[in-house]
């Protein structure tokens, strides 16, 4: 796998939507496998209440954030929690003065290497929280700058809209589509991605990728059926990259939504940190439930066509595996005791809120 890649804190929220496994996750079912990211995709299952939770990640600086939120969730007033991880910008009942996220975030166990790590970095969390903190966030930070600061496109007017018919009659009367085409075909150009976001690692590279249209077309056509089809004041992504911020509360992630942080804290599931490659732990035990994330976009051809028979010859009958994929897709799955669901793939891409991903979910048969 791209190691240099995985190697720092790539991600603190999350650029997937977290919902597509919470809704295919069956109730307290034995084992899940997930990659860990942000955490902010894998740690909501735990309101499912699984017995087991084993995530990994070859950064042990994705795992401490995991860490951070699970304990987070565990620990803290939700009102807290949301303002500790950045949600909101103060305490309702707080020092108009300025809330201390310091304070708050001594109140977590957390373990000396993950509470280390953290205290290093105060300055950079303590004014403003943790979820923008990563390295794509920044970038879609940046690149919302540029929308509304330098090409002057105010994107605001859509995200007012209530609903999705005055919000489609705004985006075809008034998107900025000559300035947002030109900019897109640069900002998501195969150069840009590869040379800023994926360390000379990204899976849509022409001699690699499956997807045939360019990355900036894809995009393009991609946000352009979300803005027809979704409530974009509901989503947390489109408002992170089009006004820089989580401006609309209904548009939280899933593991901001109140009840999802109560579910957690009652939840009595078992958590493993795995620091290391999905391959040499995914054979290990048995998982009912596996949430791949788009890593397999970075393996090998041959490991990517081999994934379900990675999984434990002991995974029981039913157990579903979410890929997801952006540019590059397996191209000969191998699906000897597995099924691929393609009314759910469908399902999942329409739901999807990120736009920039295809789904492949399997079934063991």
């Given at each position: 796998m791209a190691k240099e890649y995985f190697s720092d804190l790539n991600y603190t929220l999350a650029n997937e939507d977290t919902r597509i496994e919470f809704e295919l996750l069956p109730e307290g079912v034995e084992r899940v496998f997930s990659i860990a990211g942000s955490g902010a995709r894998c740690l909501p299952l735990i309101a499912k209440n699984p017995k087991y939770l084993d995530v990994i990640d070859m950064s042990v600086s994705q795992l401490y954030l995991c860490e951070l939120r699970l304990q987070a969730m565990k620990t803290l007033p939700y009102e807290e929690y949301l303002f500790l991880m950045g949600y909101r910008g103060a305490l309702q009942g707080?020092?108009?003065g300025g809330d201390d996220r310091e304070k708050i975030f001594k109140k977590l166990t957390l373990s000396s290497e993950a509470s280390r790590y953290w205290m290093d970095r105060v300055q950079g969390w303590k004014p403003k929280g943790f979820i923008l903190l990563g390295r794509w966030e920044s970038h879609f930070q940046k690149l919302g700058y540029l929308f509304r600061d330098v090409l002057k496109c105010d994107f605001s007017k859509f995200f007012a809209a209530q609903t999705l018919q005055e919000q489609v009659e705004v985006y075809e009367r008034e998107w900025p589509k000559v300035r947002w085409n030109s900019f897109i075909r640069l900002a998501a150009s195969?150069?840009?991605?590869?040379?800023?976001?994926y360390k000379g690692h990204f899976s849509g590279k022409s001699e690699h990728k499956t997807e045939q249209r360019a990355p900036s077309q894809f995009i393009m056509e991609e946000f352009d059926r979300i803005f027809r089809t979704q409530l974009v004041?509901?989503?947390?992504?489109?408002q992170i990259l089009f006004l820089g911020r989580i401006a609309y509360e209904e548009g939280l992630p899933l593991e901001a939504h109140q009840h999802i942080v109560e579910a957690v804290k009652k939840s009595k599931t078992e958590i493993r940190y795995l620091h290391g490659n999905l391959l040499e732990h995914l054979p290990r035990y048995p998982y009912n439930f596996v949430s791949l994330s788009d890593t397999i976009s970075y393996l090998e051809q041959q490991d990517a066509n081999q994934i379900l028979q990675k999984l434990s010859q002991e995974t029981p009958s039913g157990s579903q595996i979410v890929i997801r994929s952006f540019m590059r897709a397996p191209t000969e799955i191998d699906l000897q005791s597995w099924q691929e669901l393609g009314d759910l793939n469908q399902w999942a891409q329409k739901k999807d809120g990120t736009g920039v991903y295809q789904f492949h979910i399997f079934k063991k048969t």
């Open positions: 707080g020092d108009d195969e150069y840009v991605f590869n040379k800023f976001l004041r509901k989503n947390y992504f489109m």
